[in-house]
């Protein structure tokens, strides 16, 4: 059975920082594609940053420069580093990898809320 657990939400003011980790347990054989989607209310998932198990990384354009997604391959773990926050960031953010055990298949994790507000 395989888990992506979620960790770093909070409430926090305005310009500050948090930073968010997802990792991965269970059996498989391989994680690809590991990334951070977020959803706000009233609004769609939408993607925050991914990045390839070889390192390439991909932002949305509204947190460039802001947020740097980086992972851990051996500790199976993706973190989401998350300056400058603005209340326009207030969303359950929620971890997404790419995992094969016989198949590949998408995973998701439980999500985790991040508040921005003063």
């Known amino acids: 059975q395989v888990q992506l657990v979620e960790a770093g939400g909070g409430l926090v003011q305005p310009g500050g920082s948090l930073r968010l980790s997802c990792a991965a347990s269970?059996?498989?054989?391989?994680?690809?594609?590991m990334g951070w989607y977020r959803q706000a209310p009233g609004k769609q998932r939408e993607l925050v940053a991914a990045v390839t198990n070889g390192g390439t990384t991909n932002y949305a354009d509204s947190v460039k420069g802001r947020f740097t997604i980086s992972r851990d391959n051996a500790k199976n773990t993706v973190y989401l580093q998350m300056n400058s926050l603005k209340p326009e960031d207030t969303a359950v953010y929620y971890c997404n990898a790419q995992i094969a055990t016989i198949l590949w298949n998408d995973y998701w994790g439980q999500g985790t809320q991040v508040t921005v507000s003063s």
């Open positions: 269970g059996s498989f054989l391989s994680i690809d594609v």
